[in-house]
């Protein structure tokens, strides 16, 4: 308890290393030396459990080959896995069975790949250093493997198979958190790809390369592509499955975008080749994008959304803690679609939880009655166009927000405070602050908008949702005589604060008088 746990670990001594059973608990480092010569192995198997609090190494400088294998159990690590050999000729570690849980992976510059043959791999939050190389991560032909990142956001820079274009393989993507697959991915990948759980973010992958035989998509879970550029990649799966999606249950086609992606008159992107049906639509919702999904010979296609747009006001008549997604919130117990504008004007004010965040809203107003709301939850919240505050009751919002949508612009007219308390990306062209009252915001918002223009009131900017190290683009920013904009955050201020300070790359025009007349 008190020691680290080695095993062959001197005196040229190596062992083979057998855990078949029970649980063996290391409240600090593990540390095996392997056997020398080609029959090297950690074995792993049935319901045993290895848990080492801190690390956790396989080591052996002579050997050709190094064989760790997983059937069953669960090996859990508490800090670094590092596998050291100098000519693996087979793979460093073999998942079959079982779960691989690791906090922090170290990758040795002489492995070559991690093999999920099954069982379910639950991978560090960083794991960019550890799955470094082209050919490092690598699905078993047969394999039924899962990866579970847990709640974490993970970033998985190669997928291959170990067969070009392989098809008797399922791949699952598990965990309510993110995985990203970088560019390296995908390239000879074929079988069956499942987004079961959280996230599956394809927007740095060569999808187009992606020659899967079956996309099976799970109600509740979401899949982000990027179809920003006309000439952007889609997927081309030989069957498309839906699991336990439903109108209420629907899977999210999200489009990866830093703000709200919106097409152009006569543009379409296609998402996904073929395999959909015009029934397969009420399982689907559209979030990142101000369009609509639409079916098309079989492809899933993103277009243009013709649909008419109307005010839908905020009741709360519901009580069930003030969810934007329960109908009977709404007045006419309809929920507000893509393109509406949500109107909350309520005075008794009070705390509402967001829930809606496949929907686009054209825009959000607090009408001149509307008490003091606080808006929670973990959805982000996307705005298209406009945020009014026409009350002098103070509107918060503690959840991550998306404002407009590339080369058009956004206005916030705040008659009172409103305060964004949480991550804000913002994707216009213009941002425009209107109003006698403070908006407050990360420092992030100025960092795309070629033009900032704060007509009344004051622009306030803060380091909130753990935002710094903002590099904003070129353009200028113009106050109106007795408009402020406030870079002061008490102890720092923007582009003044030393290492991870933010840079503003913009020209200040000031016109007129400040609010003090000077």
Same mark, same amino acid.
């Given at each position: 308890?008190?020691?680290?746990?080695?095993?062959?670990?001197?005196?040229?001594?190596?062992?083979?290393?057998?855990?078949?059973?029970?649980?063996?608990?290391?409240?600090?480092?593990?540390?095996?030396?392997?056997?020398?010569?080609?029959?090297?192995?950690?074995?792993?198997?049935?319901?045993?459990?290895?848990?080492?609090?801190?690390?956790?190494?396989?080591?052996?400088?002579?050997? %050709?080959?190094?064989?760790?294998?997983?059937?069953?159990?669960?090996?859990?690590?508490?800090?670094?896995?590092?596998?050291?050999?100098?000519?693996?000729?087979?793979?460093?570690?073999?998942?079959?069975?079982?779960?691989?849980?690791?906090?922090?992976?170290?990758?040795?510059?002489?492995?070559?790949?991690?093999?999920?043959?099954?069982?379910?791999?639950?991978?560090?939050?960083?794991?960019?250093?550890?799955?470094?190389?082209?050919?490092?991560?690598?699905?078993?032909?047969?394999?039924?493997?899962?990866?579970?990142?847990?709640?974490?956001?993970?970033?998985?820079?190669?997928?291959?198979?170990?067969?070009?274009?392989?098809?008797?393989?399922?791949?699952?993507?598990?965990?309510?958190?993110?995985?990203?697959?970088?560019?390296?991915?995908?390239?000879?990948?074929?079988?069956?790809?499942?987004?079961?759980?959280?996230?599956?973010?394809?927007?740095?992958?060569?999808?187009?390369?992606?020659?899967?035989?079956?996309?099976?998509?799970?109600?509740?879970?979401?899949?982000?592509?990027?179809?920003?550029?006309?000439?952007?990649?889609?997927?081309?799966?030989?069957?498309?499955?839906?699991?336990?999606?439903?109108?209420?249950?629907?899977?999210?086609?999200?489009?990866?975008?830093?703000?709200?992606?919106?097409?152009?008159?006569?543009?379409?992107?296609?998402?996904?080749?073929?395999?959909?049906?015009?029934?397969?639509?009420?399982?689907?919702?559209?979030?990142? %994008?101000?369009?609509?999904?639409?079916?098309?010979?079989?492809?899933?296609?993103?277009?243009?959304?013709?649909?008419?747009?109307?005010?839908?006001?905020?009741?709360?008549?519901?009580?069930?803690?003030?969810?934007?997604?329960?109908?009977?919130?709404?007045?006419?117990?309809?929920?507000?679609?893509?393109?509406?504008?949500?109107?909350?004007?309520?005075?008794?004010?009070?705390?509402?939880?967001?829930?809606?965040?496949?929907?686009?809203?054209?825009?959000?107003?607090?009408?001149?009655?509307?008490?003091?709301?606080?808006?929670?939850?973990?959805?982000?919240?996307?705005?298209?166009?406009?945020?009014?505050?026409?009350?002098?009751?103070?509107?918060?919002?503690?959840?991550?927000?998306?404002?407009?949508?590339?080369?058009?612009?956004?206005?916030?007219?705040?008659?009172?405070?409103?305060?964004?308390?949480?991550?804000?990306?913002?994707?216009?062209?213009?941002?425009?602050?209107?109003?006698?009252?403070?908006?407050?915001?990360?420092?992030?918002?100025?960092?795309?908008?070629?033009?900032?223009?704060?007509?009344?009131?004051?622009?306030?900017?803060?380091?909130?949702?753990?935002?710094?190290?903002?590099?904003?683009?070129?353009?200028?920013?113009?106050?109106?005589?007795?408009?402020?904009?406030?870079?002061?955050?008490?102890?720092?201020?923007?582009?003044?604060?030393?290492?991870?300070? %933010?840079?503003?790359?913009?020209?200040?025009?000031?016109?007129?008088?400040?609010?003090?007349?000077?």
């Amino acid at each position: 308890s008190d020691t680290d746990f080695h095993v062959g670990y001197s005196n040229d001594v190596y062992s083979d290393v057998t855990i078949s059973g029970g649980t063996i608990t290391v409240e600090n480092d593990f540390n095996s030396n392997l056997k020398q010569g080609t029959a090297t192995s950690f074995t792993l198997s049935n319901d045993a459990t290895l848990e080492v609090k801190r690390n956790f190494q396989l080591a052996n400088a002579a050997i %050709s080959t190094f064989v760790g294998r997983q059937t069953g159990g669960t090996c859990r690590i508490g800090g670094v896995a590092n596998f050291v050999g100098t000519q693996p000729a087979e793979a460093c570690y073999t998942l079959e069975g079982g779960k691989f849980v690791v906090k922090d992976i170290q990758r040795h510059s002489t492995v070559e790949k991690f093999v999920l043959a099954g069982g379910a791999l639950v991978p560090p939050e960083n794991s960019e250093a550890w799955l470094a190389s082209a050919n490092f991560l690598t699905v078993s032909s047969g394999a039924a493997a899962r990866f579970d990142t847990e709640d974490k956001t993970v970033t998985l820079k190669a997928l291959v198979t170990d067969e070009a274009g392989g098809t008797n393989f399922s791949f699952t993507k598990e965990g309510a958190g993110t995985l990203k697959l970088g560019t390296d991915t995908l390239a000879n990948v074929g079988g069956t790809l499942t987004v079961a759980k959280g996230s599956l973010n394809l927007q740095d992958a060569e999808v187009k390369a992606y020659t899967m035989g079956t996309l099976k998509l799970v109600g509740g879970a979401r899949l982000a592509l990027d179809v920003t550029d006309a000439g952007a990649d889609c997927l081309t799966p030989g069957a498309v499955v839906f699991e336990n999606a439903t109108t209420l249950n629907p899977f999210t086609i999200e489009i990866a975008y830093t703000g709200i992606f919106q097409l152009g008159a006569g543009e379409s992107r296609t998402l996904i080749a073929s395999g959909v049906t015009e029934a397969d639509l009420a399982k689907l919702m559209l979030a990142g %994008s101000a369009d609509q999904l639409a079916v098309e010979n079989g492809a899933l296609v993103l277009k243009p959304s013709s649909r008419q747009k109307v005010n839908v006001e905020w009741t709360g008549a519901a009580n069930d803690g003030g969810r934007w997604s329960t109908a009977g919130n709404w007045q006419g117990d309809t929920l507000p679609q893509g393109g509406d504008t949500a109107v909350i004007n309520l005075a008794t004010g009070g705390t509402t939880q967001f829930d809606l965040g496949g929907v686009l809203f054209d825009g959000l107003v607090f009408g001149s009655a509307a008490g003091a709301f606080t808006q929670q939850g973990e959805d982000v919240l996307m705005v298209v166009r406009a945020i009014t505050n026409l009350s002098e009751n103070v509107q918060t919002f503690e959840i991550p927000t998306r404002l407009g949508v590339a080369g058009a612009p956004f206005e916030a007219n705040v008659a009172g405070d409103v305060v964004f308390t949480n991550d804000v990306s913002f994707a216009g062209s213009a941002f425009t602050k209107k109003g006698a009252g403070t908006l407050v915001a990360p420092e992030k918002i100025l960092a795309s908008p070629e033009t900032v223009v704060v007509e009344a009131g004051t622009l306030k900017l803060t380091d909130a949702g753990g935002i710094a190290g903002t590099t904003s683009t070129e353009g200028e920013i113009r106050l109106a005589s007795g408009a402020r904009l406030d870079l002061n955050q008490g102890t720092e201020s923007v582009g003044a604060r030393g290492t991870g300070g %933010s840079t503003l790359n913009k020209t200040i025009y000031v016109e007129g008088s400040g609010p003090d007349g000077e």
